[in-house]
């Protein structure tokens, strides 16, 4: 069966996109799969998470033409591989951005690449910028985090707009795997009317699990370890392993 590939997208920041990438990949990984990792953030968040850094060779190499076998790196959990990020991936979004056919850079890269792996994610920047347009122009499927509050609700119909648009123009396979709801505080209304209004416009499109708001999940990445390595019992680390069992129900 081919690798199936997600892009972790949401054009807003800190709604815990690349601790949904982190912890949804180590969590497969755990489970048995075969998982990629590839940190398209030139913040490198995703890397610097699993406690490792890109001194040498990074996901820019991957767009500049260096096959993925020679980038991909094992990570501290078993099954699951990393293709880095450090900052110099800024200037190759402004490079794709200019050339020729550059929204299908990412694309062309990991064909006939992923036959090692079950699952491959890909950790987008906040933003609808040339790195992102790539990773939803070589996905499967689009993972959706959204933060329990009304701003991300309304930059939320703008996202699946632009996946749409991606969808007719670039990659018609292009659909969407879920949208997750994050750092929700069960102890306020407000969370609790975000949830409401999410699953009554999205319907089963809305994980039926949420991420809790969790000091345990903020910790693990000073750690360099995914929050089932830091602290399994915790409620983020539980809330993950769910959600990542529900994405193989829904693949």
């Not at 406690?51 to 980038?71: C, F, I, K």
């Not at 990991?110 to 491959?120: M, N």
């Not at 929700?184 to 416009?201: F, K, M, N, Q």
Request: proline content about 6%; some cysteine.
């Amino acid at each position: 069966m081919p690798a199936r590939v997600y892009a972790v997208a949401n054009q807003k920041g800190g709604v815990g996109k690349t601790t949904t990438a982190v912890n949804v990949s180590a969590c497969l990984a755990e489970a048995g799969e075969r998982v990629l990792l590839i940190d398209l953030d030139p913040q490198a968040n995703a890397t610097s998470g699993l406690g490792m850094r890109a001194n040498g060779a990074s996901t820019h190499d991957l767009l500049d033409g260096v096959p993925l076998p020679a980038l991909a790196r094992p990570s501290g959990v078993p099954n699951l591989d990393v293709v880095m990020a450090k900052n110099d991936l800024a200037a190759a979004a402004v490079e794709l951005s200019t050339r020729p056919g550059g929204e299908r850079y990412l694309a062309d890269a990991l064909a006939g690449t992923l036959e090692p792996y079950s699952y491959v994610l890909l950790d987008c920047p906040p933003s609808f910028g040339p790195l992102t347009v790539n990773a939803l122009a070589a996905a499967s499927r689009a993972l959706v985090p959204v933060q329990a509050e009304y701003y991300a609700l309304e930059g939320l119909s703008q996202l699946l707009g632009t996946i749409n648009l991606v969808q007719a123009r670039l990659n018609p396979d292009l659909a969407v795997a879920g949208i997750l709801l994050t750092m929700a505080d069960g102890r306020t209304r407000l969370a609790a009317e975000v949830e409401s209004e999410l699953r009554s416009h999205f319907g089963s499109l809305v994980f039926t699990t949420t991420i809790p708001r969790s000091i345990r999940l903020a910790e693990a990445p000073s750690h360099g370890v995914p929050a089932i390595a830091y602290d399994r019992r915790s409620a983020g680390a539980e809330a993950y392993w769910k959600v990542a069992m529900e994405l193989v129900e829904r693949s």
